[in-house]
């Protein structure tokens, strides 16, 4: 994919487009839907106002956006790979920054801002993070205007093998766990990362720890995730609906 400047905006109904990078396991899917579903649900948004792109499958993506912003999902593909549809997306995802547009990566959306913007995403050298852990607002986050007002620390969910190694140079850190510096991160002005998933629900989390349970006592050398039992995450998934009302005013 080539993208040629200038990115424009234009009048449309959908309120927000939604960048599907990756699919759920099968089972998960089977029971709960795919990516796009759950933050839908959890966005409060009618199946009218979100449209959705296929980046991992090839689908084309837009050089006009009428939406009010991109939400780039999580994906069972590692951003070190550097696939060439994922390579296309982080060249329109600087594209769509530049041209203003509130920007949400999540978990694989997070790393691949990251990596657009010229940091380093790769295996976290500790190993997979996963289950419900408790994130660390950091003070820089006190103004910020997605994470301002949460609270000093808020349980969420995650599922994850790569990080953010190194933040590009003007990005700023918001939040952290014990396992992951670079847990929620400000990349822009209305440009937004998040490693932890504010989409999960804790029957999702379950599905998710029952599909990896064989890989967990030899795959997390750290005791950050040694506490598994999931819990609801109500503030993380309060994120998702304060970035729709922050895409919404700057429309």
Known sequence: MSFQPPFVRAAGKATLLIV??????????????????????????AREEVDVVRADL???????IAHAGVIVTGSPAMVSERERWSEDAAAWL???????VPVLGVCYGHQLLAHALGGRV????????????TIER???????????????RFPAHVSHQQSVLELPREATLLASSAHDPHHAVRYAPNVWGLQFHPEFSVEIMHGYLAARRPALKGDCSTDCCSARANRPTPLARTLLRRFREIAVRRR
């Not at 699919?23 to 409060?44: Q, V």
């Not at 090839?58 to 006009?64: D, F, N, R, S």
Request: no cysteine.
């Open 20 to 45: 599907q990078t990756g699919s759920t396991l099968p089972r998960i899917r089977a029971r709960f839907g795919d990516f796009p579903h759950w933050f839908r649900i959890s966005l409060g948004l």
């Open 58 to 64: 090839g689908e084309k993506l837009p050089a006009t």
């Open 94 to 100: 600087r594209g769509a920054i530049d041209a203003g």
């Open 122 to 133: 790769d295996y976290h050298p500790a190993g997979r993070e996963i289950g419900t852990v």
């Open 138 to 152: 950091q003070r820089a986050a006190n103004d910020d205007a997605l994470l301002g007002g949460a609270p000093a």
